[in-house]
């Protein structure tokens, strides 16, 4: 499975905004510190904002800030969004399939199975998760340490 550099950058911003809280983020910051085009980040915090994660401000002393809690914002959940398209092979799409094993194939449903439990992890966690314990400017490379919760949220549906 690879998401999508706009879900890879969606990501970014919202921990970047995590780790800053108490103020808000500017386009051309976050542009210098990912190395990333001001117009695609410009196009990412209007969505996230269209998705009530992001307050933005414009002018002198604006920027953008999370809107909700780190705590509150899972991973699955903004990646279910992100992502247009989780058909892993041809035969996930009825309508352009052309896969002639399809009838009797095996390899559609052990997928789907892949990509349930792919998602399903993610949904276990939060942005919270992963900035905690990193200091103000810190890299992010530290291990992941993801505390286990359960989610009833939607796979979404490959036929």
């Excluded at 953008?64 to 903004?78: C, D, H, Q």
């Excluded at 992100?82 to 052309?98: H, I």
Aim: charged share 25%.
């Amino acid at each position: 499975m690879r998401l999508a550099n706009y879900t890879d950058y969606t990501l970014r911003v919202l921990m970047y905004c995590a780790q800053h809280r108490e103020r808000r983020v500017t386009i051309a910051e976050l542009a210098q510190t990912h190395s990333l085009s001001k117009n695609h980040l410009m196009k990412i915090v209007n969505d996230l904002a269209r998705h009530g994660l992001l307050e933005t401000a414009r002018g002198r002393g604006g920027g953008v800030r999370l809107l909700r809690e780190p705590s509150a914002i899972g991973i699955g959940e903004v990646v279910r969004w992100c992502e247009s398209d989780f058909r892993m092979v041809e035969c996930f799409d009825q309508d352009s399939n052309t896969c002639r094993l399809s009838a009797a194939c095996r390899l559609q449903g052990l997928f789907q199975r892949a990509l349930a439990s792919w998602l399903r992890e993610l949904d276990t966690a939060t942005v919270a998760d992963l900035v905690e314990g990193a200091a103000d400017g810190a890299t992010l490379s530290a291990p992941i340490r993801v505390k286990r919760r359960t989610l009833d949220h939607a796979i979404p549906a490959l036929s």
